[in-house]
């Protein structure tokens, strides 16, 4: 593979005083008497029963019963326990605990819909509503180890509905509000859902999305479904089941008698979130009440340095990842997430840089897709706003390509605002590599592993490498990992645990450079290898979108009797080009002179859009499969599943 340091270069941020005076790393290194950062990693990694005893006390997790241990690996790396016979809900920390206190008064949602309208939910306002959610659950039968679905909009009664299900000791099974009727009834059917709770609809760039009707036709699908709630939310006019449904403002509004937190270990389910497969049924990651909130808030506050008071928002879906992460990271860390339902340019391309300015955001999580999307319209909308709340950005889904890196940094941040670069997943619980505002930054860079991840980069023959390419590893466990696949250990540790013993292998090719800077170069199932060379598809695109007329580029390999594979490169235009032809011999000469001739493009293909998920990472493989005339399987991730159908057609 090619130099992926080209993406790097020499290091543009540096931490000032400020950041490096008031962040939690500072803080939490003070109090364990550690001299720099590096200390912190390897003792973190070396000692990971220190390192999570350290992080419960810091981040004041609450234990009704005290752990008597905090992990056993009994079982091997891929199935340990932790917080052994501790008992603990996690609702406790995330609202229980700020009962009396100045916390409760504070903001902990700002919600804004698409039309504008905002509503504000403080820490009491939160908890009184969580209270009600639990009520009602428990007027339905709901006990203990049931699965609640939560399949609505990204509202302030999804959040209560999540931490509502967690107090009663109940397990939540999040959904993309995108999704169809298969998608649904397959994760609900999977995991054994007693209820949904759903909302009538909601709007997208001014247009109404029907959700209770998608709802409906799941239900019919689901044997082990007894109720369906739904939230009166876009005014629309919709079938009720005698029996079945319930409106929102009856049931959760009719139920205030005062539920008492469930009493659950620690180790106790709380949450399964799925993620799609390449082929067959999608994985459930199985969470618990001490795993993924603490891995959640670990990385919110160490990564992306929010502390109480602060405000944060994610572009995101409660279906995926960061979603449940906003919510359970920012609650535990006393701060005030932000809540947009609606579309990131619409009415206008500035949205998001309204809701800086209108709401005083401190952390902007975003993805490398929308500043390419954005960038488009210059430097004018940036003009009018006031972005003097930002403290840092945020990223994760995707690789950076460099010119959409510098143009966030410079015209928005003004070369003063670091980008925190985030990568992991669901299985994660957060990240494997983040960066921090400690730590000096490169451009499209992680400046470290997160403390507690002992990531590595380990070659073919299971080696650590360093200065080249290869397949990121994690040698240690750590508390937010997956406690498996939901009723498949199996398929888990196939997944997982199968090429190294006692060894994660997660799927991205990665690399770590001489200063200690790491790169994500994609994931490793999409690598190409072209004339016996291999070169990850991010390495392609990023010379694709330096082109002018190249917003967006996918490249996938297709089988060649020569070569082994071609490459073909899928790309959509700055805006409609009339002749191009032109802008493919320009691209193709532009891919020859930064990549060599072996990887000049069979074809290049011009298109709408790319499918991709609602986190902005592109879906290569279903490009891959939808060229090639393949079965795609599994696209209910899809936040654009039409644009599928512009891949076929365009050869």
């Known amino acids: 593979m090619s130099d992926p340091f080209k993406f790097g270069g020499d290091i543009v941020w540096q931490p000032t005083g400020d950041y490096l005076k008031t962040a939690h790393l500072t803080r939490f290194m003070r ?15 070396a000692d990971i029963a220190w390192f999570t005893e350290a992080i419960l006390q810091y981040l004041d997790i609450r234990f009704e019963k005290p752990y008597q241990r905090v992990v056993d690996l009994a079982r091997g790396n891929a199935w340990p326990e932790w917080c052994v016979g501790g008992r603990m809900n996690i609702y406790q920390s995330c609202l229980e605990k700020y009962i009396g206190t100045a916390a409760d008064s504070q903001p902990a949602i700002i919600w804004e819909g698409e039309d504008g309208q905002s509503r504000t939910l403080t820490y009491q306002e939160l908890r009184q509503e969580t209270d009600l959610v639990a009520s009602a659950l428990n ?52 995991a054994g859902a007693k209820v949904i709770f759903t909302a009538d609809g909601f709007s997208r760039r001014g247009k109404v999305i029907r959700m209770k009707s998608i709802a409906d036709k799941a239900a019919a699908q689901i044997p082990s479904l007894k109720n369906l709630v739904m939230l009166d939310y876009a005014g629309l006019d919709v079938e009720i089941t005698p029996g079945r449904d ?49 891995k959640a808030a670990q990385d919110m506050a160490f990564g992306t340095d929010v502390h109480p008071g602060h405000v944060i928002y994610w572009m995101t879906d409660l279906g995926w990842m960061m979603g ?34 209108k709401h005083g955001i401190n952390v902007l999580g975003l993805s490398p897709t929308y500043i390419r999307a954005v960038m488009q319209h210059g430097e004018t909308p940036l003009q009018n706003y006031d972005f003097s709340s930002l403290r840092l950005f945020a990223s994760t889904g995707e690789p950076w390509n460099p010119d959409p890196w510098w143009w966030l940094f410079d015209k928005v941040g003004q070369g003063k605002l670091p980008i925190v670069n985030y990568s992991g997943g669901t299985e994660i619980s957060g990240g494997i590599l983040m960066g921090n505002p400690i730590l000096p930054l490169k451009p499209c860079s992680f400046s470290a592993a997160c403390p507690g991840m002992a990531a590595d980069v380990f070659d073919e023959q299971g080696q650590p490498v360093k200065g080249q390419v290869g397949e990121l590893v994690i040698k240690a466990p750590w508390i937010g990992m997956t406690r498996g696949f939901w009723n498949d250990p199996k398929r888990y540790e196939e997944t997982y645990w199968s090429d190294w013993p006692g060894i994660w292998k997660h799927g ?10 790491w790169y994500i170069l994609g994931r490793s199932d999409d690598t190409l290898k072209i004339a016996g060379k291999r070169v990850g598809p991010s390495e392609i695109e990023s010379v694709a979108v330096n082109h002018r007329e190249i ?11 020569i070569k082994g594979s071609s490459l073909v490169l899928f790309c959509v235009l700055v805006q409609n080009h009339s002749d191009h032809d ?19 493009p069979k074809e290049i293909i011009f298109v709408p859009d790319l499918p991709k998920t609602r986190n902005a990472k592109v879906m290569r493989r279903i490009i891959r499969a939808a060229y090639l005339g393949e079965d795609p399987g599994d696209v209910s991730s899809l936040v654009n599943p039409e644009a599928i159908a512009g891949i076929d057609p365009a050869r």
């Open 31 to 45: 109090t364990h008497s550690l001299r720099d950062f590096r200390e912190l990693h390897e003792r973190s990694t």
């Open 324 to 357: 449940p992460w906003l919510v359970f990271g920012s609650l535990l860390l006393g701060a005030t997430m932000v809540l947009y339902d609606g579309a990131p340019d619409y009415p206008e391309a500035d949205r998001i840089w309204q809701l800086v300015e």
């Open 246 to 294: 319930h409106r929102w403002c009856d049931l959760v509004g009719g139920h205030n008698k005062a539920v008492t937190t469930a009493s659950t270990s620690a180790e106790d389910t709380l949450m399964v979130l799925y993620t799609s497969g390449t082929t067959g049924k999608p994985k459930g990651a199985v969470h618990t009440h001490c795993g993924f909130p603490v």
């Open 551 to 561: 917003v967006e580029a996918a490249a996938i390999g297709i089988p060649d009797e």
């Open 508 to 517: 991205d090719f990665a690399a770590l450079d001489e200063d200690g800077m």
């Open 139 to 190: 007027s339905l039968g709901i006990v203990p180890g049931d699965v609640v679905a939560l399949y609505m909009p990204m509202v302030p009664e999804i959040v209560a509905a999540l931490l509502g299900i967690a107090k009663i000791g109940a397990i939540s099974l999040p959904l993309f509000s995108g999704y169809g009727v298969d998608a649904i009834q397959t994760r609900c059917n999977d």
């Open 582 to 600: 032109s802008v493919r011999a320009d691209l193709k000469n532009l891919l020859v002179e930064e990549l060599g001739k072996p990887l000049a």
